[in-house]
């Protein structure tokens, strides 16, 4: 009889988000991620040691994939502007509901007081405002955009999508994405070249960047 397959560590860290956006970082218990997941609570304790040390686990591996995360979704779209409004979709998959959102951002709370969560939390996003700032200049190296400084352009774009997503949760009109993409459009508009026509549709994004 063959021997069960081991459950991957990245599987029970995608069971704590989920978790996560159900109950919120405070109210989690590892009994919660054992049963999201499917093993015993002893399990968690001997990988990762206690809930702490399951959640920072869940911040590094937010922190070290972003960047493959941000070319992956380079790569599927030929238009780097297009993959600019990917990337919002992707953050709009933090919020498919205000309360999921409300969960999202309780480890915000952590990332903020927690000296070891916070350099997680500071990389991640380094390493955004990085990438969000290489699709900007490919865009205007492209003709997409005009030229300007996509430096202050890129952190514009960040807070448009961070605000975008409380925003959105407060007055709740239609999806968080067309939310993002709308802001995201207007904020873009005196830069955007007539030759660009941005399109309609929303990309489906890897789960995994939906943390921040």
Request: one cysteine or more.
């Amino acid at each position: 009889m063959p021997r069960p397959r081991e459950t991957t560590n990245d599987a029970i860290l995608e069971a704590a988000a989920r978790a996560i956006a159900k109950v919120g970082p405070a109210r989690l218990t590892l009994a919660h991620v054992a049963a999201e997941v499917g093993v015993a609570p002893a399990t968690l304790m001997q990988r990762f040691g206690s809930k702490r040390g399951l959640l920072l686990a869940l911040a590094r591996q937010g922190s070290d994939a972003s960047g493959d995360q941000y070319a992956a979704i380079r790569s599927a779209h030929a238009s780097p502007l297009e993959a600019l409004f990917a990337v919002s979709d992707c953050m709009a998959g933090m919020a498919p509901t205000p309360e999921a959102l409300a969960n999202h951002l309780a480890f915000l709370h952590i990332d903020l007081t927690d000296p070891d969560f916070h350099k997680l939390a500071l990389a991640h996003s380094r390493i955004a405002h990085t990438e969000i700032r290489k699709l900007l200049d490919e865009a205007v190296a492209r003709g997409e955009l005009s030229k300007c400084d996509t430096e202050r352009l890129a952190r514009a774009v960040g807070s448009v999508m961070g605000g975008g997503l409380l925003s959105w949760a407060i007055v709740r009109d239609g999806t968080a994405a067309h939310w993002l993409r709308r802001d995201l459009e207007t904020l873009l508009a005196p830069y955007r070249l007539a030759s660009y026509r941005p399109k309609k549709k929303t990309a489906r994004l890897p789960r995994k960047a939906h943390r921040r």
